[in-house]
């Protein structure tokens, strides 16, 4: 098992690289650049002796070495468009605050998700599977743009229970989390009612029920492991992207997270925060996929550690 | 005192193309310490009759149309889900087709077996790991105490019936009920198999019934037989009188169909035509269609099992009527 994580963590190391060096040539094959004439009144020269700092006016393949050579280091370099701190500073500062709304997401995901989709696979194409699956349906369907701003104008603004937005007091925090985290719950939702389905049909459960247990011990102990398979694997990469942030949430809500970072970085040709952010993300999928991979082998007897 | 007395079960399956009428009318009885084959093919009943017994058919599509079972005062068709808890696993035990899919692969073979203890009999672990452990033993199973951590992928399919059967018998039942017990087993296995149910029946002293599509498991094992055809009992008897003296045409068909017994060389036997469609309703013998000594008559009427000698009953008019032997 530790010799199973090992070696898969060694060879996040090539995958690692080459997402670094994708992404290094990608955001450069985009028009524009970090220091563009015209959007603000600055001499040419001023421009040029800019771009000559940050070593933009060197032949590509230079950059590039450059660049891995400072990344190897762990150093991700100062921020081209807010140089106040260095990328590494600004993840250390965004990323707690999109980490916390993603684990509330989660845990809201969670809990609406699973509960959703265990009842509705106990009674396949009853009400009490249309009813869940059909608002699971909706909640996949609809946008967090538009989630957003209609909890805000429901709670927030018409019964005045809530605030409308930021990220100070615990009440602030609770429709964001809801917000982003109602999305995943449609996803959980029909996974879990998928599984379910499918373990409670198999073999092992009729033994189950001719052994005399009651239901409840029916899906908790024979059905649920089986059948929280699907809701799993979607967690890896669901976890992932709870936790780097949402843009749009954080648009909504004025939240200084990470996502609004990532998108302005991309906006403003901000190339060493965007790499910055994309390592960022790409270092925390990888880390829940093995996650992911340990508890399935966990929860699951015949998947080995190969 | 019959242990199990089954009346005019019905077990109907609402679907789209329409009721098919699994289980028609069938009733029997099963003695206290006795072995009581079902022999039928698939489709004739067997398995979904048993299973209704338990509550254990999927319902929806089916539905128990009418019947009663009488087992130590409570009759299984009509009593509450709490009351059938209480006598599944542990009065009545089963053991399924399959030991590939029908023990759960996420959880440990000693978790499994010390389950309906746990739940049963009120026992602590440490008691139940005990008995587990003594009952795989008399199931055959060596190094019980390390093979109860094992999950059951690491099982043959031979010691997996094996664990089936200690999990049916941990509770020491009054009644197992065995499906197809061998079926998906080799050859040998098979062989294996019988012969522990047979000494753990005389063990406990319980009684069995032997749900099977073999003629020669219900030969070896068996006191008395049932034979199925289309949901209904058409023949009831005792071993000896139904391997020596099969009164209705299907038993002496089936009969007369087992490879072993004809001429090396010869065309093997076969029953003409194909199991009737159960979506249909049907008057008189379901079998008429296929007998070779089918008469208008057999097609009028419901043909109930009569006793045609002590202990051996037959849904055949012509035979009751003396006219065919």
């Excluded at chain 1, 007091?169 to 964001?176: G, M, R, V």
């Excluded at chain 2, 037989?225 to 099969?246: C, H, K, N, Q, W």
Aim: charged share 20%.
């Amino acid at each position: 098992m530790i010799r199973f994580i090992l070696r898969r963590v060694l060879g996040f190391i090539p995958v690692f690289l080459i997402i670094a060096t994708l992404v290094f040539f990608l955001i450069r094959l985009a028009p524009g650049g970090p220091f563009m004439e015209g959007e603000r009144h600055v001499p040419p020269e001023v421009l040029e002796q800019i771009r000559e700092s940050y070593n933009l006016n060197a032949p590509l393949p230079q950059q590039y070495a450059m660049y891995m050579w400072d990344l190897v280091r762990g150093d991700l370099g100062p921020s081209m468009q807010q140089p106040s701190r260095t990328v590494s500073q600004w993840i250390v500062l965004r990323a707690p605050v999109s980490v916390e709304l993603g684990f509330y997401s989660l845990i809201v995901a969670l809990i609406i998700g699973l509960s959703a989709g265990i009842i509705a696979s106990l009674r396949p194409n009853t009400l009490t599977d249309y009813i869940p699956m059909s608002i699971a349906m909706a909640g996949i369907c609809m946008p967090t743009f538009v989630m957003g701003p209609l909890l805000v104008l429901i709670f927030a603004l018409k019964f005045q229970w809530l605030p409308v937005s930021g990220w100070d007091a615990p009440a602030e925090k609770i429709l964001p989390s809801i917000t982003l985290g109602t999305v995943y719950a449609a996803y959980i939702a029909r996974l879990a009612r998928g599984g379910m389905f499918e373990v409670l049909a198999q073999d092992f459960i009729r033994t189950a029920r001719a052994k005399g247990l009651s239901e409840t011990r029916v899906v908790l102990r024979h059905a649920l492991r089986g059948g929280l398979q699907p809701v799993i694997s979607f967690l890896g990469p669901a976890a992932a992207g709870l936790l780097t942030g949402s843009f749009v949430v954080e648009k909504i809500f004025i939240i200084p997270g990470l996502g609004k970072q990532f998108v302005d970085a991309a906006f403003n040709r901000d190339y060493t925060m965007l790499m910055g952010a994309v390592l960022f993300y790409a270092v925390l999928i990888l880390i829940f996929n093995l996650i992911v991979d340990v508890a399935q082998a966990w929860l699951d007897p015949r998947v080995r550690y190969d | 005192m019959p242990l199990l007395d089954v009346k005019n079960l019905k077990t109907h399956f609402h679907t789209r193309a329409g009721i098919v009428r699994a289980v028609d009318g069938v009733s029997f009885s099963v003695a206290p310490g006795e072995m009581l084959g079902i022999v039928g093919e698939s489709g004739s009943g067997k398995s979904v009759a048993n299973l209704s017994l338990l509550g254990l058919v999927p319902m929806p599509p089916g539905k128990i149309e009418s019947g009663t079972a009488q087992f130590d005062g409570v009759d299984l068709l009509h009593c509450t889900n709490a009351q059938r808890r209480t006598i599944r696993g542990k009065k009545i035990s089963m053991v399924f087709q399959d030991p590939m899919t029908a023990l759960n692969p996420y959880l440990r073979i000693g978790d499994q077996i010390m389950e309906p203890l746990l739940i049963h009999e009120n026992m602590s672990k440490a008691d139940a790991r005990a008995r587990a452990v003594a009952m795989l033993k008399r199931v055959g199973i060596h190094d019980a105490e390390r093979r109860l951590r094992e999950y059951p992928h690491r099982f043959s399919g031979g010691m997996r019936q094996r664990v089936m059967i200690a999990m049916a018998l941990i509770t020491h039942p009054q009644l197992l009920i065995a499906d197809e017990p061998t079926t998906a087993l080799d050859v040998t296995v098979q062989a294996q198999i019988l012969e522990l149910l047979k000494t753990m029946q005389a063990e406990l002293g319980m009684a069995v019934i032997l749900i099977t599509h073999d003629l020669g498991v219900i030969a070896e094992s068996c006191d008395r037989v049932l034979v199925m055809y289309a949901g209904r009992i058409v023949e009831s008897a005792t071993v000896d009188d139904l391997f020596r003296e099969p009164k209705h045409p299907y038993t002496r068909a089936l009969l007369a169909s087992i490879p072993a017994t004809q001429e090396k060389g010869a065309q093997l036997y076969t029953i003409q035509g194909a199991p009737p469609d159960l979506t249909a309703t049907m008057e008189g013998c379901p079998f008429a269609p296929r007998c070779e000594h089918a008469q208008p008559q057999c097609k009028i009427g419901p043909i109930p099992l009569a006793e045609i000698a002590p202990g051996h009953a037959t849904a055949c008019k012509r035979i009751l009527a003396g006219e065919i032997t």
